[in-house]
């Protein structure tokens, strides 16, 4: 069955980065891509971007552009998603999801804390 | 860029019908298709209708989807409503410009 397994929860500080992983399991990791989407406490899904597994291509949120990084390691079947410069109000629960081209998220991990705070 | 518009909350009682619609601010609904999500508190999200109208394997046929070019929108309809439907429903849809564009969400009560 198609799992998505997420990392632990993470405190940082602000300013600094925080490296989120998904590891894949279940289908061929390179037919699909990743999603990544984050949740504020009490607030509704925000999309942050997309990355293909097969071919490493990207597409960002423009609000997000020059400080969000996607990876995958087609080796591991992990992807990763890097936040730089973080501020309170990048705290939020972020969830990995298989999605073919960034659009229908069928699978989804269970989601990682990340705090903000000094 | 495009947003999806859900009202805030609805609530209906058990066994009854419930609609939650999905208004695009621009450029036309049926350009891109819409997903619909369910997502219990504490939980993850999980797909109740994807490409508009359909529905994943085990989604009960209570679910079903729809998108109407007229008022722009897309709707979620969920029939003989049942306390375990009870969750935020979060709309979605995609291109290539935009990204992927959620909705605000919608809590739905069954009372």
């Known amino acids: 069955q198609v799992q998505l397994v997420q990392s632990g929860a993470e405190v940082k500080k602000p300013g600094a980065s925080v490296k989120v992983s998904c590891k894949a399991s279940?289908?061929?990791?390179?037919?699909?891509?990743i999603s990544w989407v984050r949740q504020a406490p009490g607030q509704g899904l925000e999309w942050m971007g997309w990355?293909?597994?097969?071919?490493?291509?990207?597409n960002y949120a423009q609000k997000l552009q020059g400080r969000v990084t996607m990876t995958t390691d087609t080796s591991t079947s992990t992807a990763y998603m890097e936040l730089r410069s973080l501020r309170s109000d990048d705290t939020a629960v972020y969830y990995c999801a298989r999605s073919l081209y960034g659009d229908y998220m069928d699978y989804w991990g269970q989601g990682t804390l990340v705090t903000v705070s000094s | 860029n495009f947003m999806l518009t859900q009202p805030h909350s609805v609530s209906e009682s058990p066994g009854k019908t419930v609609t939650i619609s999905c208004t695009r601010s621009s450029g036309s609904i049926a350009s891109n298709y819409v997903q619909w999500y369910q997502q219990r508190p504490g939980s993850s999200p999980t797909t109740v209708i994807y490409e508009d109208n359909q529905r994943p394997s085990g989604v009960p046929d209570r679910f079903s989807g729809s998108i109407d070019s007229s008022s722009n929108s897309a709707s979620l309809t969920i029939s003989g409503l049942k306390t375990e439907d009870e969750a935020d429903y979060y709309c979605?849809?995609?291109?290539?410009?935009?990204?992927?564009?959620f909705g605000g969400g919608t809590k739905l009560t069954v009372l």
């Open positions: 279940g289908y061929t990791f390179t037919s699909y891509g």
């Open positions: 990355i293909s597994a097969y071919n490493g291509n990207t």
């Open positions: 979605q849809s995609y291109d290539s410009s935009n990204g992927g564009v």
